[in-house]
């Protein structure tokens, strides 16, 4: 019977719970600001392992995905308590979800890290958004990251323009920053729905145009990190100043809880289904019919 009691304790701290962290870029706010807060979060994850960061990018000639992986490890290292001593990294392009699943299954990650180089003329939101949904990693999200299955939630990370911009219900405020949707082979509309908004690193005229354009979004510096916590529908929400953390802005607020981003059945079902319905797995369709077909959709 106690055996039971905690088991259901242990679930229920779990249930509908998202914690994520956004930032333009890692040389504008690392320092130990950031990285209190960022141990901090994911403490409030209760993940029973230690910090195993799985990093994810669409790869370009400048910096190799691996290199990046090393850098970020290096750079999150600390002397007491919590380090970074274990990660890997992906580049989205050569991932269909049955390889996603597999890789991640051996990796066994407690942090998903997104990272876009926004220098790359081929990386904009919609190509990442589009690469989020053919990898099947946006699927991997929903039920990691902010389901409400009583598993251990894993900690979000986006870094970079575009992962911000796919932050939030739909693509508007990548339309509204002018990111070409010809970026992608097939545009994806709807956000990735981490959050109930995007985020927005600094002010756009964009924001002006407000006969035409309603956009809500999170406006944040480009030297300041947006953080959401939620246990157990309990939500909060900080804006770091992470090079002034004494900072006004730099302060937890209460929140209205996210919903769900998907209900899984506890009793553990697989749903029997079309992985993506988006339109945009129809393109790589050629190139997924073997795990298509292992896993019994075709």
Request: hydrophobic share 35%; proline share 5%; aromatic share 8%.
């Amino acid at each position: 019977l106690i055996f039971i009691l905690v088991l259901s304790s242990a679930k229920t701290l779990h249930l509908n719970s998202r914690h994520v962290i956004f930032l333009k870029d890692f040389a504008n706010v690392k320092g130990s600001s950031f990285y209190s807060t960022f141990y901090s979060v994911f403490e409030e994850t209760h993940q029973e392992i230690e910090p195993r960061v799985a990093f994810f990018r669409i790869n370009d000639a400048s910096v190799g995905p691996q290199e990046l992986a090393f850098q970020r490890q290096q750079q999150l290292q600390r002397q007491d308590g919590l380090s970074l001593n274990c990660s890997q990294s992906y580049d989205l392009r050569e991932l269909n979800p049955l390889e996603l699943e597999k890789q991640l299954g051996l990796f066994q990650p407690s942090i998903l890290w997104i990272h876009q180089n926004d220098a790359s003329s081929q990386c904009n939101s919609f190509a990442l958004r589009y690469y989020l949904r053919t990898s099947g990693l946006d699927r991997y999200i929903e039920e990691n990251c902010g389901a409400d299955n009583g598993v251990p939630c894993q900690l979000f990370v986006g870094e970079g323009v575009s992962p911000a911009a796919c932050a939030g219900e739909s693509m508007d405020i990548a339309h509204a920053l002018q990111h070409d949707p010809k970026g992608a082979p097939e545009p994806q509309f709807r956000g990735l729905g981490i959050l109930d908004k995007s985020v927005l690193y600094g002010k756009c005229q964009c924001l002006d145009q407000k006969n035409d354009n309603q956009l809500d979004v999170t406006i944040v510096d480009d030297e300041q990190v947006f953080v959401w916590s939620q246990t157990r529908g309990l939500a909060r929400s900080l804006i770091l100043n992470a090079q002034n953390p004494d900072s006004s802005r730099t302060s937890w607020q209460d929140k209205e809880p996210l919903p769900p981003m998907v209900e899984v059945d506890l009793g553990g079902r697989k749903c029997i289904g079309e992985p993506s319905i988006d339109p945009s797995r129809r393109i790589q369709l050629s190139q997924d019919l073997e795990w298509m077909e292992e896993e019994g959709f075709c």
